[in-house]
């Protein structure tokens, strides 16, 4: 094959697939964690591309053109090493909350940077090297550089629609939805009470005091919730029809029990 193509295609792939990562990254960080961990994500990258080209600047007589071909070839399949090593980390790794503890919370963002930092190192050094010692038209060279680039966030983005995209922003929109209401919420609560859920009452009103001191909720934790509100709602909407599918439909009058919601139901299903 020729130099030069393998030389313009080797730099094609290493940039599509160094934004591929910065991308994914950003979506993984945002779902395991807290969304704005995304940015977080973009500034390793940013930081990690800056890091291996001043490694090429600052040892001119070790990255010669001479050894131009020999110094991407091992930096390439490095990336692809350090680019699974890093995923595989990031996806296994506890995530940061403030419940950690300032000492843990210090370990993990420690963890978190030396896990995304180590293959956008290597990507700057082999983008670095591609820009500054090729002995092709330098034109060409960016050309094929900026052509990675634009593939891999068309790429990218395709891959994220084919993986369900669609399918979790509405999934978070109905969450959202269902736990806009505070008043909601509690009525939830005394539901879960009323009908012997001890937990999912305690899990509604924890999730109500952490949201006034303003903790955040994970969106497999919130889609729970969001399920019981539902189910609340669509009982509460049954008794305000007077309608009450746990009412024995033989007894002249339902059974009077203790309790807010007992007497509401009471009253709506078997009078005052």
């Known amino acids: 094959m020729n130099k030069k193509l393998a030389f313009l295609t080797g730099l094609f792939l290493i940039c599509m697939c160094a934004l591929m990562l910065q991308i994914l ?31 090429v600047y600052f040892n001119p007589t070790v990255f010669t053109s001479e050894r131009l071909f020999e110094h991407l070839a091992w930096i390439a399949a490095g990336f692809a090493v350090a680019t699974m090593v890093s995923t595989l980390t990031v996806i296994s790794s506890v995530m940061i909350y403030p419940w950690n503890g300032l000492f843990m919370s210090t370990v993990l963002w420690l963890k978190l940077i030396a896990a995304l930092i180590p293959p956008y190192v290597l990507a700057g050094m082999g983008i670095s090297l591609a820009l500054t010692r090729s002995p092709w038209p330098i034109g060409q060279v960016y050309g094929a550089d900026l052509a990675g680039a634009a593939f891999a966030r068309r790429l990218a983005a395709t891959h994220i629609v084919l993986d369900g995209g669609d399918d979790l922003e509405r999934k978070t929109a109905h969450v959202a939805r269902a736990l806009a209401d505070e008043g909601m919420i509690e009525r939830a609560a005394i539901w879960c009470e009323d009908q012997h859920h001890e937990q999912q009452g305690e899990a509604l009103r924890d999730y109500l005091l952490r949201r006034r001191e303003g903790e955040w909720t994970l969106l497999q934790d919130a889609e729970i919730l969001a399920r019981i509100v539902d189910e609340a709602d669509a009982y509460w909407r049954e008794v305000e029809h007077g309608v009450h599918p746990a009412a024995a439909p033989s007894a002249a009058r339902p059974e009077r029990r203790s309790g807010l919601l007992a007497r509401m139901r009471n009253f709506f299903v078997g009078g005052a």
Request: proline letters at 0%; zero cysteines.
């Open 25 to 55: 990254e950003t979506r993984v960080l945002s779902v395991i964690s807290y969304y704005h961990l995304a940015f977080f994500a973009i500034s390793m990258a940013m930081f990690g591309m800056t890091a291996g080209s001043l490694v």
